[in-house]
């Protein structure tokens, strides 16, 4: 799950209004990926895009989204995507 997203997500993460630090970037300037970088919103600028991994899109959904996604496999050896959403917090 510590694999970074696709370029292709990343971009789209951008435009969703991703903003959570990152280790890894692209430099669009260069069309050259960054690893290990200092953690920091490479979003905020045109010239280049977070890369956040799966874990830290997962994590983001759930915050800001209350989305909560999970991958299962079935008996046949399937894979499939369960969606939940956060539900209001009840106090006891």
């Known amino acids: 799950m510590n694999t970074p997203v696709s370029f292709e997500l990343a971009k789209l993460l951008k435009e969703k209004d991703f903003k ?14 960054i690893d290990n970088a200092p953690p920091g919103n490479y979003n905020l600028t045109k010239q280049s895009v977070s890369i956040p ?15 909560w996604t999970v991958v299962n496999v079935n008996i046949m ?16």
């Open 20 to 33: 959570k630090k990152c280790t890894a970037f692209y430099d669009l300037i260069s069309n050259t990926q």
């Open 53 to 67: 991994t799966i874990v830290e899109v997962v994590m983001w959904l759930y915050e800001k989204h209350g989305v």
């Open 77 to 92: 050896g399937s894979w499939y995507f369960e969606h939940f959403e956060r539900e209001e917090e009840c106090s006891i």
